[in-house]
């Protein structure tokens, strides 16, 4: 979910680790499958509750948490060599790996605990637990994000590295470390999306604007780690508007998150005198009463907003469905300017698609944001292409790979129906792994030209 640190193509050195890491990192992961293996057929069979000496059981539960921790470390030290991070040079990698690595042990005692449960389910031990495991689920994934923010580029680098014109990103402070942005504290309290969701808004953002340029923004003064998103870039209270006015005339997009504060209307203003209108876009989340004001003032700048869209046929499912989403159907609004400067409004609505069912609870704003910004795109005349990325595909194969969806995920429907219609026979689930070493080994060069760049005409 990070960008990752390029040039290792260019770095044989640094490609040289990569590869090591990428090899030591499957090695763990397959030294901890047998056991796993085991461990899950004793827990399905609960043959465990048989056991007459508490050392067997002692023993089952070492042995988890051995394996369990060897495999998320395996995890962990390939994801490093997939994503060109320095993990055996550098101490702010080897940082974020022990925090990472403390995330996932909450997450493999959540699932030590969903087992140890079954013996007490008709005991009120069951419901202190459940309530522990909410805690500790989501402790872990803050965990897991913590790590994250250790492999974050700094905008300095990431400039450097990306030669195409930013993309600028402006938003309050305040919403900075919100993943969930609710529009009542009721659908905050039941919607699922909140104990599990690890992707941010902002970094979905990110993730749609690098389409057409490096994503950009000023750092929080005095945090000591970065937000996830956008790369920051850190000044001096003295030097800010500078430095943002100086993004700004370079930016090819500026993309302004709502908020109340006076600063971001400075910004606001700024943008309007330096940039041409279809340079600007405004976004808006939920109906809360921050966007309801950001929504009428910006309404009293620009003129109220016109509205392009169009009906869509939504299914009895969908609608199901959009009553466990944080921000319900209407989860906010895209303010972009037409051909003529004037402003249109496409409102960002709950979508879900094959992907958005598998990734839903850990990504809740995927599909909607980028349902929403491809329209926007086309409105704007902006390239949308939907780059493969080697990470996802390498764990697709390795862990879903049984049913061939890293085939569809590359494009390849045919080999993904193969997968798919042959999976009860379990030779998909070897080829997946196979696959899904291939996929990490693989050059990034190789990648790119076979699944990436775009055939010439």
């Known amino acids: 979910m990070l960008l990752s640190h390029p040039g290792n193509g260019s770095n044989p050195p640094q490609a040289r680790e990569n590869r090591r890491l990428k090899i030591a990192g499957l090695v763990l992961m397959g030294l901890a499958l047998p056991a796993l293996f085991f461990l899950i057929d004793q827990a399905e069979s609960k043959a465990w509750l048989t056991y007459q000496d508490n050392r067997q059981v002692w023993f089952a539960v070492l042995l988890y948490l051995v394996a369990a921790n060897v495999f998320a470390l395996g995890l962990i030290v390939l994801l490093a060599g997939l994503k060109n991070l320095p993990l055996l040079t550098d101490v702010q990698a080897k940082k974020g790996a022990l925090v990472k690595l403390a995330g996932a042990n909450l997450l493999i005692l959540l699932c030590l605990g969903f087992v140890a449960l079954d013996a007490w389910k008709e005991s009120w031990i069951v419901l202190l637990g459940l309530a522990f495991f909410v805690f500790a689920g989501r402790a872990g994934v803050v965990l897991l994000r913590r790590g994250w923010k250790y492999d974050a580029i700094p905008a300095e680098k990431l400039l450097e590295q990306d030669k195409r014109s930013p993309v600028v990103y402006i938003r309050s402070f305040k919403d900075d470390n919100k993943i969930i942005v609710t529009s009542s504290r009721a659908r905050s309290l ?104 950001f929504e009428k ?24 469905m959009q009553l466990g989403m944080p921000l319900g159907v209407e989860m906010g609004r895209i303010i972009y300017f037409g051909h003529a400067s004037m402003p249109i409004a496409e409102p960002i609505r709950f979508t879900l698609r094959w992907r958005g069912l598998i990734l839903s609870s850990y990504r809740p704003y995927q599909e909607s944001l980028e349902s929403a910004f491809r329209r926007v795109f086309r409105q704007l005349d902006l390239p949308w292409i939907d780059r493969k990325n080697r990470t996802t595909a390498t764990m697709l194969a390795l862990f879903i790979g049984w049913f061939g969806l890293h085939h569809f995920y590359l494009g390849d429907r045919r080999r993904g129906m193969y997968y798919l219609g042959f999976f009860w026979t379990l030779v998909p689930l070897f080829l997946g792994w196979i696959d899904g070493v291939r996929l990490a080994l693989m050059d990034e060069q190789e990648f790119e030209q076979k699944f990436v760049q775009q055939p010439r005409a």
Request: aromatic letters at 8%; charged letters at 25%; one cysteine or more.
């Open 190 to 293: 039941f919607s699922v999306f909140q104990w599990a969701a690890a992707i941010s808004a902002e970094q979905e953002l990110a993730m749609i604007m690098n389409r057409v340029g490096p994503v950009v923004a000023i750092g929080k003064p005095g945090e000591s780690l970065p937000e996830l998103g956008a790369a920051r870039l850190y000044v001096g209270d003295d030097e800010w508007q500078a430095k943002i006015t100086d993004l700004m005339k370079q930016a090819r997009l500026v993309v302004i998150r709502a908020g109340a504060t006076a600063n971001l209307w400075w910004e606001i203003d700024q943008c309007a005198k330096l940039l041409p209108p279809r340079q600007l876009l405004l976004v808006s989340f939920g109906q809360g009463e921050d966007a309801k004001i």
């Open 297 to 320: 003032a910006v309404e009293h700048r620009f003129g109220r907003p016109e509205s392009l869209d169009l009906s869509r046929k939504r299914s009895p499912f969908l609608w199901l």
